[in-house]
């Protein structure tokens, strides 16, 4: 009988609890090309398809009319296949997407794409910040996610005649999200408030606006049933928890060195801000989010690090073999595996060839019980 020694037994015990490990840890398998500053991804209800969200600009601004949004069909549950590069195009600072959980009479079918787009921080031709956006479209496009037609244009920024809760404008939305029962949530950062002909105050805010109101957008009307939480910080990401009716929201404080926060708040206490929860805040920057099958938060920083909260003031750093980090991570989606593990859809808004240009989305696996 060979003898090992006991140093050698603890080494050998050692590599086999950490190699397994390793090998079971997150990778990139796929990397998606051919985007114009993608910004957002998102995965179709029935997880066949993959919509990517284009938003190019200049130096100092968003271009005009430039915004697109790519389309893929996902074959198998790990294979995305290009669909069509322009599958919905002439958008202004397009932002972000959901589906609509429910339909809305004959006008949006259930599963429409509502996208969010439009900005006042628009680059104009001589490459400066365009002095007047009062005729730009800010507000929802309703989309057919089989043909990529056009099946609805709300505008709901300040010179449109659809206000908000009698008075409420869109100014600069950067995410949305649907909840179980089709009200929608709307992440304003409220910025460039100045550049209208009437201006309008700045104010980050947060609107939830239930189906009643989504039926009033459709048919032209101003929705009645609308309700607005004002935020102290900007908003960056929103996110609905079916499991326990919740939307999940990061913000990120900009005052001295900017700081991320990720709160959450039950669908029926929206706007009541005393039973808002903290999970976590103080973080770095912070650029998006996700619930990840387990039900835990998953944060995309600034910095493009992929982070998990631990405890109020602290957050776990997934590690990659080799390691790596996201070029300037966009709003990422997520699809479940049979095997219990998960996919990452993560757009990456810099590239490696100038501007607009080598932009990526890449396909994470994330194990199983991640």
């Not at 972000?96 to 259930?110: E, H, R």
């Not at 770095?284 to 619930?291: D, E, H, I, K, P």
């Amino acid at each position: 009988m060979i003898k090992f020694p006991v140093r050698l037994l603890q080494v050998i015990i050692a590599l086999a609890t950490i190699l397994p490990a390793q090998a079971a840890g997150p990778k990139v398998l796929e990397i998606l090309s051919g985007f114009e500053r993608p910004v957002s991804a998102a995965i179709g209800p029935k997880g066949k398809t993959l919509f990517v969200v284009n938003r190019p600009r200049g130096e100092v601004g968003a271009l005009r009319g430039l915004g697109s949004i790519t389309k893929y069909t996902v074959d198998g549950e790990r294979s995305f296949k290009l669909a069509s590069k322009s599958f919905a195009v002439g958008f202004t600072a397009p932002a972000d997407i959901d589906f609509l959980p429910v339909a809305m009479g004959d006008v949006a079918p259930a599963g429409s794409i509502f996208l969010v787009s439009g900005t006042p921080l628009i680059e104009s031709e001589d490459g400066r910040i365009t002095k007047d956006a009062s005729d730009d479209f800010i507000g929802i496009t309703v989309i057919d996610p089989v043909t990529g037609k056009e099946l609805k244009a709300i505008n709901l920024g300040p010179a449109s005649d659809i206000k908000m809760n009698g008075e409420h404008s869109l100014i600069s939305p950067n995410s949305l999200t649907f909840d179980k029962s089709g009200s929608l949530y709307i992440t304003d950062t409220g910025i460039g408030g100045n550049l209208f002909k009437k201006r309008v105050q700045a104010q980050p805010a947060i609107y939830r606006i239930d189906r009643r109101g989504i039926m009033d957008m459709l048919n032209g009307k101003s929705p009645m049933d609308v309700e607005v939480m004002k935020v102290s910080s900007i908003p960056r990401d929103i996110c609905y928890q079916p499991k326990d009716d919740s939307v999940y929201f990061v913000t990120n404080h900009t005052q001295g060195a900017p700081k991320g926060s990720v709160f959450r708040i039950a669908s029926g206490d929206f706007k009541n801000v005393m039973m808002m929860k903290t999970i976590v805040r103080e973080l770095t920057a912070l650029s998006s989010m996700q619930l990840l099958p387990s039900g835990r938060v998953l944060l995309a920083s600034n910095s493009g690090e992929l982070l998990l909260p631990k405890g109020k003031k602290a957050a776990r750093l997934i590690h990659f073999r080799p390691q790596m980090t996201f070029s300037s991570p966009g709003k990422f989606s997520l699809l479940a595996q049979s095997d219990g593990s998960t996919l990452l859809v993560v757009p990456e808004e810099a590239g490696d060839a100038g501007i607009n240009k080598g932009q990526r989305v890449k396909i994470v696996l994330l194990p199983k019980n991640f």
